[in-house]
């Protein structure tokens, strides 16, 4: 999976989450908070990236990510490691 299904993955499941946004067009630089979603509904949205990518890692590897862009990079990376 390259890093652009990723963050297709990451759209997808925010859409799911938030289905308010699915007429959004999402770029990479978008934050998470800025498009309404709550603590409760970032960490569904990586519990559902990481799921579907069969990813088991701490959660505390993705702190201080700053937006949707480098949520859908360090999974990728992780995804090929």
């Given at each position: 999976m390259s890093e652009n299904e990723v963050f297709s993955l990451v759209v997808r499941n925010i859409c799911e989450v938030l289905p308010d946004l699915t007429e959004h067009s999402f770029k990479y630089d978008d934050?998470?908070?800025?498009?309404?979603?709550?603590?409760?509904?970032?960490?569904?949205?990586?519990?559902?990236?990481?799921?579907?990518?069969?990813?088991?890692?701490?959660?505390?590897?993705l702190?201080?990510?700053k937006n949707i862009g480098e949520l859908a990079q360090i999974l990728y990376k992780k995804s090929q490691a």
């Open positions: 934050r998470l908070v800025d498009l309404g979603a709550n603590s409760i509904d970032r960490a569904e949205i990586v519990t559902m990236s990481l799921e579907a990518l069969k990813l088991n890692i701490p959660r505390i590897e702190f201080g990510v």
